[in-house]
């Protein structure tokens, strides 16, 4: 964000207090929740104690810096309070999820069918030799199969480790082995736009070679229109397996601290850590703040547009809501198929009340215009939420207005994968919202904005944001590596949860996310680290050296911009560039091919060869360039931006 952006943000005039129609009837009508977050054991003890355990905790909390253990000694299953909880009182014919395929195929899973399911497919993987503290990869499109495989999984004490069904064959290898993963459920495909893309074969590629996978499980999804093979011995089909599954599978026994599932996601030096999540904290989390930033009641109908690959459909379509007893809707597809109106027809089609998206899905409505959201009636709207990265005020106020017709809050939630849950947001019926600020700390999360030197800003300040007190959904480590989930979240300042966010405090003492301040980009919502695209540039035969960086990009937040020096005798080609594009996305996926690529004779380095990434973020981003004088050769970027410019007009 430029300077102007922030000045202009904090002096944001704007505000909106909750509807008194919606105060009325909310979960959290006033400030008490927050005295009562004031002291966060007692207030997430409270809300455990909301939860069924088979037993209860000794102890809420046990600290040993940067290591927590919550509700030590506490018993319980999340499937439980997911499924069988409801059922057992009596509300097992409410719908648990709509389905809603690209294809037009619908179908609606009722609490009490989704249980049975669970409980088959739980027996199918113990029928595979899958055993209480195992890991299972889930390599899925958006199907109702994908929340019954997790659920299945936290069923008989497996871990889950999904990979986002964008990912290529290498990101799966390097998850499989890092998580050391027995069986990998899988489909032939799934449907984008009309289109089939394929799973099966990238799980096949994945697996060549040497690989702790034993059984590959495969829904047939799209079936005819992408054949794939079946490898005897290995593959299996789940249709088959599902047939002859018992539907008796009782919740095993869980220790709060047990592992619940693994998420991968990008880190600086390139390999992607293993975000480390157990049973009772996360449980308590998601449960927690699903009840009361979404403000679910009985008549609700839920609608969160993210995929469950991310950490956004872990917890806020699969465990928050089931925990709640909410109706959600499960979406395949893409907002743009068969047409810019498919968002809006299913809105109306299901009365969607609660809807929650990405900025950068908000910025691609705005670009498509408002004809498009007017054609439907979005009147069952009464609550709308936003996630992913800083959502700018004009996205925030054309949310508002179209989207909202200026009578739904909005609640712009601000959390990470490692957080497990949403930790700084608005509460629909207390907070008066600011177009642009995520606003405050939810009850019983203990945030702060540092210096440099961890010192708190006052009101006005800006720093880093941190989070100073250790709270039940957090990480427990990065998968396999203690060290590194030292080093990277608690070694910038010793006591403090490092996020690795900018943050500006008003004088109301609201927040304002500003987005990373390392070397991570933010693409569409999704992260993807520099190093990363970098390596797999690198990768290419033909490349001596590259520099990544993210540039402002009006739709995506950021574009990924590389600058490549090739190796001597190699020849830049517009053919070359186009190669090298797309080997980018079979090695990372399509998400992280890189927007443009700049062929050069030298990368700007410190002395110490470090490449200094701020600069050619700068050349990237039209900037004005800011300090030279740490150069090597401050020629190099001279001429990078001679060249970049004539490359631009
Ligand atoms: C990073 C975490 C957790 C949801 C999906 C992303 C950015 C997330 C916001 C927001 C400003 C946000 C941060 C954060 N971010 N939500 N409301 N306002 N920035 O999960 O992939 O772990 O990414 O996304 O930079 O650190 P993730």
């Known amino acids: 964000m430029s300077e102007e952006t922030i000045k202009s943000l904090l002096t944001e005039e704007r505000s909106f207090p909750p509807p008194a129609d919606f105060v009325k009837r909310a979960n959290a009508k006033d400030e008490s929740i927050y005295e009562e977050g004031k002291n966060p054991e007692a207030f997430w003890e409270n809300r455990a104690k909301e939860l069924t355990w088979f037993k209860p905790w000794d102890k809420v909390l046990e600290w040993d810096l940067p290591f927590s253990k919550w509700f030590v000694g506490g018993k319980t299953n999340i499937t439980v309070n997911c499924l069988d909880r409801h059922v057992e009182a009596g509300r097992g014919d409410k719908v648990a999820f709509y389905f809603e395929g690209e294809p037009g195929d619908r179908k609606a899973w009722t609490y009490a069918e989704l249980l049975t399911e669970v409980k088959k497919f739980a027996n199918v993987l113990k029928g595979l030799g899958v055993e209480k503290g195992d890991r299972v990869t889930l390599y899925l499109g958006m199907t109702i199969e994908l929340p019954i495989a997790m659920l299945a999984c936290a069923r008989i004490g497996a871990a889950h480790t999904i990979v986002f069904g964008g990912f290529s064959p290498d990101s799966i290898r390097d998850r499989v082995e890092d998580s050391q993963s027995k069986v990998v459920v899988t489909a032939d495909g799934g449907w984008r736009r009309g289109n089939v893309v394929p799973l099966k074969a990238n799980i096949d590629k994945a697996l060549e070679g040497s690989t702790p996978i034993q ?7 799209t079936g005819d229109a992408l054949p794939i093979e079946m490898q005897e011995g290995r593959d299996l089909w789940w249709h088959e397996l599902m047939a002859d599954a018992s539907d008796d599978c009782p919740p095993e026994e869980m220790d709060a601290e047990d592992l619940l599932f693994i998420l991968y996601t990008s ?13 009772g904290g996360y449980m308590v989390g998601a449960a927690t703040t699903t009840k009361y930033v979404f403000d679910l009641h009985d008549d609700d109908i839920y609608w969160c547009t993210a995929d469950i690959g991310w950490i956004t459909g872990h917890s806020y379509i699969t465990y928050g809501p089931l925990m709640n007893g909410a109706t959600g809707v499960i979406f395949e597809g ?27 899905a908000i910025r691609a409505f705005m670009g498509w215009g408002t004809e498009w ?4 009636d979005l009147s069952s709207l009464r609550l709308l939420g936003s996630v992913g990265e800083p959502i700018n005020p004009e996205a925030w106020m054309w949310y508002h207005e179209v989207i909202g017709h200026e009578k739904c809050p909005i609640v712009d939630t601000w959390w990470q994968t490692e957080t497990g849950a949403i930790m700084i947001t608005p509460l629909p019926g207390v907070t008066t919202t600011k177009p642009g600020s995520a606003c405050r700390a939810f009850p019983g999360i203990d945030v702060a904005v540092v210096d440099e030197d961890g010192k708190e800003v006052g009101p006005g300040g800006g720093g880093f944001l941190v989070i100073k007190s250790p709270w039940p959904s957090m990480l427990r480590t990065v998968y396999g590596d203690d060290e590194r989930y030292k080093q990277v979240y608690w070694s910038r300042f010793p006591h403090l949860y490092f996020t690795g966010d900018g943050c500006k405090v008003d004088e109301d003492g609201y927040l304002w996310l500003m987005g990373r301040v390392d070397d991570i980009m933010l693409v569409a919502g999704h992260n993807i680290s520099t190093a990363e695209v970098e390596s797999a540039l690198v990768s290419h035969e033909t ?34 560039l186009k190669e090298l594009r797309n080997h980018v996305a079979t090695k990372l996926g399509p998400i992280a091919k890189p927007a443009e690529i700049h062929f050069t004779a030298d990368l700007p380095k410190t002395r110490s060869g470090k490449i200094m990434r701020r600069l050619l973020r700068d050349i990237a981003g039209g900037k004005t360039l800011g300090d030279t004088t740490t150069l090597a050769d401050p020629s190099v970027v001279e001429s990078l931006r001679a060249q970049y410019e004539k490359q631009e007009s």
């Open 373 to 376: 959201p007017e054609k439907y």
């Open 215 to 221: 059984k590959c499980v495969v829904v047939k999804r």
């Open 267 to 279: 880190g600086t030096t390139g390999k992607p850590k293993g975000i480390a999540h157990t049973t």
């Open 334 to 360: 893409a907002p743009n198929f068969p047409d810019k109106g498919r968002f809006w027809d299913i809105i109306q089609h299901y009365k969607v009340t609660i809807f929650y998206t990405a900025p950068t």
């Open 543 to 576: 490349v001596a050296e590259s520099a990544v960086v993210g540039r402002p990009d009006p739709v995506k937040g950021q574009a990924i911009s590389a600058f490549v020096t090739l190796k001597q005798g190699v020849d830049s080609s517009d053919e070359l």
